[in-house]
Structures are given as structure tokens and as C-alpha cells.
């Protein structure tokens, strides 16, 4: 009996403990989202250190894939490409069929695309992501995505050409 209690009160208090973080990262997000002209690198740190301290300690609940993607954002507002990644690709592997991993697919080529800064890398993500989740809503978005980056590198092609033709013109004057 004795070794029951002890084991509830051990069940309780970490279920307790579990509610009161994400009790405390709740209040933390609004806290930022009530203040958003506030935000700053350090308001950013510690919420991106609230959130991987709960993945650390409860790795199989399911907020975790959310507080993986909401990190991701973080650090994609804050343009650092490979930390953005990085997080998508946690989720990709640590929670596959969890409720964030298809966002995960589509952001990433988001990321690549508008953090990164990498067009190539951008259209094989969402390529990858039409090819999982071909049903999804936001197929017809990443196909359009796929467009105008090809349409971008295309008219860079272009552009490459003209210079190169004129650079040749002046050759040959």
C-alpha cells in the first residue's frame, strides 16, 4: 500500500508539475503576443528554452511536435535558417506521425525558401511534400510556390543571358 501511495503521489506530482509549465509557457507566449513591439532575441531565448525543457522532460506528450514547430517560427522570424531547420527536422523524425510533421514538410520549404534564401533546396522540400501529402490543403500552395521560384530562377537565367550577351556585344565592338 505504502509503494502505491508513494507511486501516485510521484504520478501527481509530475502531472501537476507537467500542467504548471505548460501553464507557465502559455502565460510566457501571451505575455509576448500582448507585447509584440517588445519582442526581442532574449523574450525569444527564453521561450525557445521554455519549450525545449518540456520536450526534454516529457518527450512523448503531445505538445511537443507544437512547441518543436513553434520554435522553428521563432527562429525563422529571427532568420537563422539552420536552427529553423534544424527544428522542422526534429519533428520530421522525432514525432512522424504526429499532428505537426505534415506543417513540418511544408515549412520547411518555406524556410529554405524565404529564410534561407535557397530556391533550389526550396522546391525539392515542397516536391517532397506534395509527394507525402498529396490530399492535403496545402498542396495547391506549394505547387504555386514550386511556380514562382522556378519562374524566379528562370528569369535570373534570363537575366545571366542578357549580361552575358551584352558583356559579348561590347567584345565585339
Excluded at 7 to 16: E, H, I, M, R
Excluded at 58 to 81: E, H, M, V
Excluded at 89 to 114: H, S, T, W
Aim: proline content about 2%; glycine content about 2%.
Amino acid at each position: 500500500v505504502l509503494v502505491f501511495i508513494s507511486l501516485t503521489f510521484v504520478f501527481c506530482s509530475a502531472k501537476n508539475d507537467k500542467e504548471a509549465r505548460q501553464k507557465q509557457i502559455t502565460d510566457y507566449e501571451n505575455a509576448i503576443n500582448n507585447a509584440p513591439q517588445e519582442i526581442d532575441a532574449k523574450k525569444a531565448d527564453s521561450l525557445i528554452t521554455l519549450y525545449n525543457n518540456y520536450v526534454k522532460d516529457f518527450p512523448k506528450d503531445s505538445l511537443c511536435a507544437d512547441y518543436l514547430f513553434r520554435t522553428s517560427q521563432i527562429y525563422g522570424n529571427l532568420k537563422d535558417c539552420n536552427n529553423a531547420l534544424k527544428y522542422l527536422d526534429r519533428i520530421i523524425k522525432e514525432y512522424p506521425k504526429g499532428n505537426r510533421v505534415g506543417a513540418a514538410y511544408f515549412f520547411k520549404g518555406v524556410m529554405l525558401q524565404d529564410v534561407c534564401l535557397n530556391k533550389e533546396e526550396a522546391i525539392k522540400a515542397f516536391n517532397i511534400y506534395i509527394q507525402k501529402f498529396p490530399n492535403s490543403k496545402q498542396v495547391n500552395t506549394a505547387k504555386m510556390m514550386i511556380q514562382m521560384d522556378t519562374m524566379q530562377n528562370e528569369s535570373n537565367e534570363i537575366k545571366l543571358l542578357e549580361k552575358k550577351s551584352g558583356e559579348e556585344r561590347k567584345n565585339y565592338e
